[in-house]
């Protein structure tokens, strides 16, 4: 009956969305030439046969003091849940996906924590980011372990052509600040880009509720910098390198309590700081040995630092210390050979994770070792893309892993694009080896994944529809570390893109229902937590001379969330979100922005007795030559 349903539904979707496609006019979309993440090779954006998002430079740039977390957060299947003020952890649900099945790279070397499984996102430095692209969907098959739900890929700011300088500073609500510069260009065959980031605020309180252990009305606010430096040699017109460095920290306060508590220390006595920190290096060879192969070497290397003081807020005594830290070593070799206008993909890959942690873990590192082939076959009206992969885990042995998608060409502008394939996902090492909660049984998770959609672009229109369905066998829930039969992640994702003249529109709409299936009477059929069933983001900006003017919405469902004491649920309201803003061009080479976030000042939970911020407002000059 639940299928029919879905059936039901996206055909209604697909009526819906043919009849919006003729009221309106056609001029054209800017949008990305090629994407490189949806098929690990640049494919122009009419061909892409996989359902992504790209957030480029000009959007980062009307961001101002929001963060990664905030721009993903208005993407088509993406949701977030935040422990809390600006900058707090963050977890985020691609296609209703956990946080640690979803892919994090940065110039396509992994990130993120081997102890949680997540990456922290919320810490990337917005304005030393090229552009984002987001993968929905199951791509193990591409990406190996843990892209379940998909993969977002980082690329860090490039060189650019001529020389470049540029500084910019602002201020805002919370005791929001911000400022930073950078410098780019090139010179005969060398090409640099190097930048400087800070931000701070004083915060608000983390914990909204009273009846939470570690309820304290204070403020929680942070301090992040970051510096990358980005250096390209075109050595001749076949080869080339390129080095990536970036260092971003942090530090903030929360509200909590240490475990074990030697000094007796409770919410008021408690002076909870943490420090999070991301170290990352790429070196990267590009070669054309042959017209038709081309090579890519890369070697890279992550460092994630997380790390937790407890003070006693009288003398200042500590009262305990955390650290879970994550180095990930990994080297890839993938090489392309064109045959006529088809492309043969072969990979090897090696990648190392090891942990240090205050915390006693059994194991502290793992291996894997990767091989993978794929074929993208080009045709006038259709296209394909098929994909085998082997990753061989040290600890969980060798697993195999396919996928196969297609598009056809309906009609000039219409395409219909199917996909299936598997992905798997080892647990991590809190899941396998923390005190207390570990659970050595565990066996990695394994899933099936379909999904059907409909792509529309003709001149100033761009449309889609996606209906997916992905089965995970063996799920382990994340707030009891317990293994379930079976979750099933399913759903709708409708977006839509227009210009119409100075105005842009984009539009989505999701429709989420992930559930979790056992053979306890107890546990059978639960909704996942923290993710809405229903969800509707909208921007529109205007070109006005030098003025460009910007609104986003966000209207959201309810969801559920467990209960403080973890023994039953609640159900968290849903709830809309207003942002306007304006950039200002004031002279060739200075620019104003304003924004205005939460203008309704909507009080909202994303994670049970988290805070989220109120109305804030933001205003920044930027100045680039």
């Known amino acids: 009956m639940k299928n029919c349903t879905t059936r039901a539904r996206f055909a209604t979707l697909s009526v819906a969305l043919g009849a919006a496609l003729s009221a309106h006019a056609q001029s054209q979309l800017q949008l990305p030439e090629k994407i490189v993440t949806a098929s690990r090779v640049a494919t122009p954006v009419t061909d892409v046969l996989a359902d992504v998002s790209v957030i480029d430079r000009a959007t980062l740039e009307l961001a101002g003091q929001s963060s990664v977390r905030d721009l993903l957060a208005q993407l088509p299947g993406v949701q977030i849940a935040s422990s809390g003020s600006y900058r707090s952890t963050t977890s985020l649900f691609l296609r209703g996906a956990v946080t640690s099945q ?18 922290s996102l919320e810490n990337l430095p917005l304005s030393r980011i090229e552009r984002i692209e987001i993968l929905r969907g199951a791509a193990s098959a591409l990406y190996g372990p843990d892209a379940v739900g998909g993969v977002i890929q980082i690329f860090t700011r ?68 970051s ?81 937790g003081d407890y003070f006693r807020t009288t003398d200042g005594a500590n009262g305990g210390t955390t650290q879970f830290n994550t180095s990930r070593r990994q080297a890839t070799w993938q090489n392309d050979i064109t045959l006529d206008k088809d492309i043969l993909s072969l990979m090897l890959e090696s990648r190392n994770e090891t942990v240090d942690s205050s915390t006693a873990y059994t194991v502290t590192s793992r291996d894997v070792r990767s091989a993978l082939a794929s074929y993208a076959l080009n045709r006038p009206l259709w296209n394909a893309l098929l994909v085998a992969r082997n990753d061989e885990n040290s600890q969980f042995g060798n697993f195999n892993n396919w996928a196969v998608s297609g598009g056809y060409r309906m009609t000039d502008s219409l395409r219909a694009v199917a996909s299936l394939g ?70 709708v994702t409708l977006t839509g893109d227009v210009q119409a003249g100075d105005t842009t529109y984009s539009l989505s709409y999701d429709y989420a229902d992930p559930r979790s299936y056992s053979t306890s009477p107890a546990s059978n059929d639960l909704r996942l937590v923290r993710i809405a069933r229903n969800v509707f983001n909208a921007r529109v900006t205007y070109q006005l001379g030098s003025f ?47 924004r205005i976030n939460n203008l309704t000042d909507a009080q909202y939970n994303l994670a049970n007795g988290f805070s989220m911020p109120g109305r804030n407002a933001f205003v920044s000059v930027n100045w680039t030559m």
Do not use: C
Not at 203 to 211: Q, R
């Open 227 to 307: 510096a990358d430096f980005r250096l390209s040699a075109h050595i001749n017109r076949a080869h080339g390198l390129r080095l990536s460095l970036l260092r971003s920290d942090t530090s903030y306060r929360f509200d909590s309590t240490p475990f074990p508590n030697p000094l007796g220390l409770n919410r008021l006595t408690s002076d909870a700081r943490g420090k999070t920190g991301l170290g990352h290096a790429t070196l990267q060879w590009d070669a054309q040995w042959l017209p038709q192969w081309h090579s890519t070497l890369t070697a890279g290397a992550s460092n994630e630092q997380s790390l």
């Open 158 to 225: 490039e060189a650019s052509q001529a020389l470049e300088l540029g500084a910019s500073a602002g201020l805002g609500s919370d005791g929001q600040q911000q400022a930073g510069a950078h410098l780019s260009g090139s010179s005969g065959v060398m090409g640099y880009s190097f930048g400087v980031a800070r931000e701070k605020a004083s915060g608000i309180s983390a914990v909204s509720n009273p009846a939470s252990g570690s309820y304290n009305a204070d403020e929680d606010g942070f301090d992040a910098s």
């Open 548 to 594: 460009n003017v910007f609104g986003e919405l966000k209207v959201s469902g309810d969801r559920e969330d467990n209960n403080l004491t973890f023994t039953g649920r609640d159900l968290l309201p849903g709830y809309t979100l207003m942002n306007l803003g304006v950039n200002w061009k004031l002279q060739k080479h200075v620019a104003l922005l304003a």
């Open 422 to 491: 598997t992905s798997f996902q080892a647990p991590s090492f809190n899941q396998l080896y923390y005190p207390g909660f570990g659970n050595t049984a565990l066996v990695p998770q394994k899933n099936r994944a379909t999904e059907l959609g409909l792509k529309y672009r003709s001149g100033d229109v761009s449309m889609g529809a996606v209906v997916y369905h992905n089965d995970i066998q063996g799920f382990i829930i994340p707030t009891t570390n317990v293994q379930s039969s079976l979750a099933v992640l399913r759903g």
């Open 102 to 119: 979803t892919l994090v790279l940065i110039d396509g070397v992994r990130v993120g924590s081997a102890t949680s499984g997540g990456g």
